[in-house]
Structure formats: structure tokens, C-alpha cells
């Protein structure tokens, strides 16, 4: 059975269902995974909620018809209208960091909820009569007429995003010229021209879905390119303090104090924004930290502890007096690490694996024993030895099978000296030795009889 898809299908389901869901792929992103300073980061989360409600409930609508239908209809364009575009303007207004009067910031939220009643009863009035009365005409200052709220709404967009965000545009183009920013209005302009067209031409009334889904583009590039500038920024800041640390200097409080007065700075003060960033450095310092050689258990338990007490910090100051403590902590670490722990490292490692040979373990476990990281632990051991851990391994386990295969099997030396398989066991064998398994045994039986 072939399935058709129709027009109407396309239109009223498949359009609305797939465009909502790429706006909720940004809307989670800014949610749960995105923790970037944005300037009107909750308006843009609650107009995005609206405009995947106002999508959806297309579907519903068609759906359910007659006077629910008509219901729908009118509550997702009053929650546009009312809540859904005004929050994105003062959202683009925050982000292209643009000052308004007081006046002006209210306008939208006046503007709005005009609009969606003048849509509502004109559409009610000259359409159906369910839910108001044709005597509510001369409430109008003007008549009324059967296309008298897809004006309404062509006015509402305009007025309310496609001007703005042209206006906001040309001011960024000239001005600012912030990818990130750019990115925001172009989306938000590529909702309103298609909501515009979709009511300049009813026929295509269903392409707002198209600029719904290239809204849902345009921002999650900007949250991609604000991302990437954050780690940009706080990698830096990471390196120059991690210099620091290390630098043998016994009185870097007033340097790590400007450096943290800058990381405040490019958080704008914004506390959650200034904690996420202190969390995120704390953390790479005490990684580098460990890959020094610091204990990795008690290095990991502390940074856990500081980073619960930032995140229950109440201002900014409880949270830099928490980060240069911590820091100085590391500082004295990194100073602290005895210069003949490295030396003995490669010795422990040894001496692990010969205890430990005949057993399954990998270099995760090792490290733990030995209270390093791992990659500080291969590092140092291949620039000792001239091998890797595993070569070593490997190597030391042969030794001990030529051992056992004098009197057992190639089987039951395979399994003895931790291989499971002999059949690997004989490969690596005979890479090592040059010989088989069972070639060496007959070497052995044969010596043994001479």
C-alpha cells in the first residue's frame, strides 16, 4: 500500500509538525544545554515556546474544526500577537544592545493585544458569528469586512518585526556588525517577510512554516557562534592563568585579582554567567593540575566541593574570593609536587604490573593506583622506558609464559598469564619471540632431552 501525500496533508500537518520541531531543537538548546550570557536569553526562550505552540496548534485546528477549531485558531494568534512578538522584539532590542524609552518598550505589549483583538472580532464578526455578534460593528472606526483581519495581522508583523528588525539591521550593519546578533534579526526578519506573504497571498497561507524553519537555522548558528566564542574566550583566560600558577611566583593575588575582575567584565555582570565561567576554569586548572602530577583523587574531590559552594554563592564577590582561593590552592600544588614523584611513577607502574600481569586490567585502572592521570601517566612512562604501557605489559607477560609453557599447555598459558584468547596469545607470542607457542615448547622438549 503506497502512502499518498496530499496538499492538505503537507500544509496543515507535515509543514507545522516538522518546522515546530526544528524550533524546539533551539528552544532545548537554549535550555538545557546552552548556559551562555545572551542578552534576553527568557524573552527569546518564551517567544520560541509561542511560536512552536502557535505551529502546532495549526494541526490541532484543522483537526478538530468548528467552533474548537475557531477557538484554536484565535488562541494561537492572540499569543503571537499578544506575548509571542512582542517578547522577541524587546529581545532583538536587548541583543543589538540598543537603548529605548520607557515608551517605546511598552509599545509592543500595547500594540499587540490590539491587534490580536481587532483580528479576533473582525475574523469572528465577518466570518462565523460563534463567539461575537455582528452588532459589535459600530465598536469599529471602521467597517469591517471579510479580509479586514489579514490586514490586521499584515500591520501587526509589520509593525511589530519586519520594520524593527530592518531598522535593527542597518544598525548592526553600520555599526556593531556582531555575527552573532545578525544572525538572531535575520532569522527573526525571515519569520515575519514569510508570516507576510502567508497573508498577502492565502493561497500559500502555510509558508510561514518556511520561515519558522529558517528562523530555527539562523538561531542555532548564533547560539553555535556565541558557544564557540565563550570557550574561545575562556580557553584563553585558562592559558594565561595556568602560567601563573606555574610560574614560580610567590605573590600572584593581585594578578589573579585582575584577571578575575576581567572574566566579570566579559560576563557583564551576570553571576550565573560569571559562575559558569569560574566553574569551567577551575575545572581545566585542576586537570592541569593533575596532568602535573597532583593527586588525582584528592585534586577531584576538592575542585567537586569548591564548585558546590560557588554554585550556592549569592554574589559575585563570595564567588571571586571562592576562585582566587582555589587558585592560590593550585598554585601551591603545582609548587608542592615533589620533583621525585615522576621518578618513582614509572616504578609503581612497573611494579603494578608485575604483581598484576596475570589479570584483566587497562591503564584507567592503573592510573588510579597510582593516584595520576592517565595521560600524564603514558606520557611519562613511554618518555622513561621507550614504550608504551601496554608494550610493556605484553613483553612482561611473554617472559612469564615461556616460564609456564615448559609445563603446561599453550591453552593454559595463554589464560595464566591474562590472555583470553590463546589464539592472540600465539600472535603476540610469536611477534615478540619470533617463534610459536608450540615451537618454543618443542625447542624446550627438545633441549630438555639432549
Given at each position: ?78 499569543l ?43 475574523h ?19 467597517e469591517?469586512?471579510?479580509s ?44 515575519g ?27 542555532g ?30 605573590n ?83 609548587q ?7 621518578e ?24 588510579q ?16 622506558t621507550?614504550?608504551t ?28 598469564v ?18 610459536s ?14
Amino acid at each position: 500500500m503506497e502512502l499518498q501525500i496530499t496538499s492538505l496533508t503537507f500544509q496543515y500537518f507535515l509543514m507545522p509538525i516538522i518546522s515546530s520541531q526544528l524550533l524546539l531543537m533551539v528552544l532545548l538548546y537554549f535550555v538545557v544545554i546552552y548556559r551562555g550570557v545572551l542578552k534576553g536569553r527568557n524573552l527569546f526562550t518564551i517567544s520560541l515556546a509561542i511560536f512552536i505552540a502557535f505551529l502546532l496548534c495549526r494541526s490541532a485546528q484543522e483537526l478538530t474544526g468548528g467552533s474548537q477549531g475557531l477557538f484554536l485558531l484565535y488562541l494561537r494568534v492572540s499569543l503571537l500577537f499578544s506575548v509571542g512578538l512582542p517578547c522577541l522584539l524587546s529581545a532583538l532590542f536587548l541583543q543589538s544592545k540598543i537603548d529605548m524609552h520607557k515608551l517605546l518598550w511598552v509599545a509592543p505589549y500595547i500594540l499587540g493585544p490590539l491587534t490580536s483583538v481587532i483580528y479576533v472580532l473582525s475574523h469572528d464578526i465577518t466570518h462565523h458569528e460563534i463567539f461575537f455578534s455582528a452588532s459589535i460593528k459600530p465598536l469599529f472606526p471602521f467597517e469591517p469586512n471579510r479580509s479586514t483581519h489579514r490586514y490586521t495581522a499584515m500591520f501587526g508583523i509589520c509593525s511589530m518585526l519586519i520594520l524593527p528588525c530592518l531598522y535593527l539591521l542597518y544598525r548592526q550593519l553600520i555599526e556593531a556588525k556582531s555575527k552573532i546578533t545578525l544572525s538572531f534579526l535575520a532569522g527573526a526578519l525571515c519569520f515575519g517577510i514569510f508570516f507576510l506573504l502567508s497573508m498577502f497571498f492565502f493561497s500559500f497561507h502555510w509558508i510561514y512554516g518556511i520561515g519558522a524553519a529558517l528562523l530555527a537555522g539562523f538561531w542555532g548558528w548564533a547560539v553555535y557562534l556565541d558557544i564557540n566564542e565563550l570557550k574561545g574566550k575562556t580557553l584563553l583566560l585558562t592559558e594565561e592563568l595556568n602560567f601563573l600558577l606555574r610560574s614560580g611566583n610567590k605573590n600572584i593575588r593581585p594578578e589573579l585579582r585582575q584577571m578575575l575582575e576581567n572574566i566579570e567584565l566579559q560576563s557583564q555582570g551576570d553571576i550565573h554567567h560569571y559562575k559558569l565561567k569560574i566553574r569551567d576554569i577551575l575545572s581545566l586548572l585542576t586537570s592541569n593540575t593533575i596532568d602535573a602530577g597532583g593527586n588525582k583523587r584528592e585534586l577531584l574531590d576538592r575542585n567537586e566541593a569548591k564548585i558546590k559552594a560557588i554554585a550556592q554563592s549569592k554574589d559575585i564577590q563570595s564567588v571571586r574570593e571562592l576562585a582566587t582561593s582555589e587558585m592560590l590552592e593550585l598554585s601551591e600544588a603545582i609548587q608542592n609536587i615533589p620533583t621525585n614523584r615522576s621518578e618513582h611513577l614509572v616504578e609503581k607502574v612497573k611494579i603494578y604490573i608485575r604483581e598484576k600481569y596475570h589479570e584483566q586490567f587497562d591503564t584507567s585502572d592503573l592510573a588510579q593506583q597510582v593516584s595520576v592521570s592517565e595521560s600524564y601517566m603514558r606520557r611519562k612512562f613511554k618518555k622513561d622506558t621507550k614504550q608504551t604501557i601496554n608494550q610493556y605489559l605484553s613483553e612482561y607477560r611473554i617472559e612469564q609464559a615461556k616460564i609456564l609453557l615448559a609445563t603446561m599447555s599453550v591453552t593454559d598459558t595463554a589464560f595464566s598469564v591474562g590472555f583470553n584468547d590463546a589464539n592472540y596469545f600465539s600472535t603476540v607470542f610469536k611477534k615478540i619471540t619470533g617463534q610459536s607457542p608450540t615451537h618454543y615448547q618443542q625447542d624446550l622438549t627438545n633441549n630438555k632431552f639432549k
